[in-house]
């Protein structure tokens, strides 16, 4: 459950990041609107799959299904060239965020039991 939150998570990144480019500075009020929705809607979902998923490896998916989102349509809309390195560089990124969900995650070493403090 806590990879489909963060992947939806990502979404809305992908969704604010693009409302912020039309929005032309936040004065135009149905992207300001969407931008501020869809930027709540990240961070909560973030925040709740950090409680589950490293923040080191949650922070990257985040970001890199964001990004490549957020430049993969704004190649389909022409609103960016569409070129073979972008592709290529995009889909390694969506590689990489494949490798860190299959990557085995080590066991944590248990910590070492504190000794009590003596009570007077």
Known sequence: MAWL????SAICEAVWATALG??????EPLPTVIFFVALAASMIGLGWAVRHI???TAYAVWVG?????????AMITGAETVSV???IFISGIVLAV???KLAPEPKAPRR????????D
């Open 112 to 119: 070492a039991e504190q000794p009590a403090e003596p009570r």
């Open 5 to 8: 939150i963060l992947l939806l």
């Open 85 to 87: 390195g972008k592709i």
């Open 65 to 73: 299904v964001g990004a490549a989102l957020t430049v993969s349509y």
């Open 98 to 100: 494949v490798g860190l």
């Open 54 to 56: 490293p923040i080191g």
């Open 22 to 27: 039309e929005s032309h500075g936040f004065s």
